[in-house]
């Protein structure tokens, strides 16, 4: 076990939460406005740690950042802390808890996204969401709205979900909102994420890959998609105006052939493990029937990729549309194909309704965490790919072993909107 002790002289603290956890490892970051640096700390014997305290701006004020990383556990390590006032340690003012992948074991994982507006449905659900037992969470992205400000990490994430984010390794993706601010600097000093050798220093965490246990994940930045809006979809429909993206000034990270992104996406995806499910999130939803409609340029890139790798990528997740939507196995295998779903039966007459993961890659949009505005699928309206979509704020978990993925869509009021299961 490791034990902390901080001096925090009676003001707010944000945090602990979860970063950046490894099959070795971790970091636990907490900060406050009158936290002193950390006096003393304790760790268990199979492991190390080190401990960094920053000042950091957030206002009009100056804070203490204190970052604590934990090195050298074996995988599958239970790590847990308290954080203890050094005038009473009694009782602890937190404690925070995360568990290293194992590569044979079977993983939880939550994902919502689009929820940073502070709205009375972001907090709703929010109970749910932190009620929630997973191994790690995932984000959509728009973290925060309306431009993803520094200062409103307090109450519109940290303060949010303070009890999933102290027990659960959280894995985000940039959505537009985010970089309104200095390019997204807030977003990128509330997170450590990993770090990518080899790529611009400006890319560092807005894209990136990990492996736990059955998955491989991929993180993509999807900001500048507006770069790629000049291709048809494969229907021959033109792009609409409405799905019009954001760039991130100076920094090019579009997914077109030969730009960083993209190679290292086909690179990562080439030698990922053979026995792993491939996941990737980005915000932009490369499939989607509501109001920003498809990034068609999106759905040809991974199309393209996965096909220069020669890997199926098993689901491909994001937000920006605040609804949520799932399509049928889609073969992405088979050029513009997006509008023909492979599969439209599944097995089994109730939920979970069962596909062979060999049918082909799950789209979903999961943009439903609590932002204003909400929009309406249509799935019997025409559009072929779409099996079931759903108005509603809601947040996904994910049950994933080396033989199947158990996926779930839950409103605020725990009613289930969907469940799929896909087996190999
Ligand atoms: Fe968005």
Redesign the pocket.
Known sequence: MICVFAALLGAAMFGPYIQNVTDTGGLVVWEGEDLSPVVRAVVAPNGEFALKADTVRVGDDDRVRVRLAVRGVEPGSHVRGHLLDTDSTIVPLSSFSFTTPDPDAAVRFLYF??SGSCSGTQRTLSRLINKLDADFAAH???VIYPSGERKRYDECFLAMYRPMLSRTPFFPVI???DIRTSDAAPYLEIFDLPIVKGIPENHRERYYSFRWGPIFWLALDSNDALEMRDTQCSDGREVSDKNRYETVKNISLELREESHQYRWLVKELASAPAECWIVINL??PPLSTTY?ESYCGLYKALQAASLEAGRKIDIVIS???HDYQRSWPIRMDVPGDQNDPASKKGRGESWPMEFDAAEGTFFIVS?GGG?RKMFRPSPDEGVAWIARGEKKNHVMQFFVDDRSILLQSIDSREVLLDQVRIVR
Do not use: I, P, Q, V
Request: aromatic content about 0%; glycine content about 38%.
């Open positions: 996204g689009d959509a992205g728009d959505g537009n909102h915000h932009a920003h937000g920006h549309e943009g932002g």
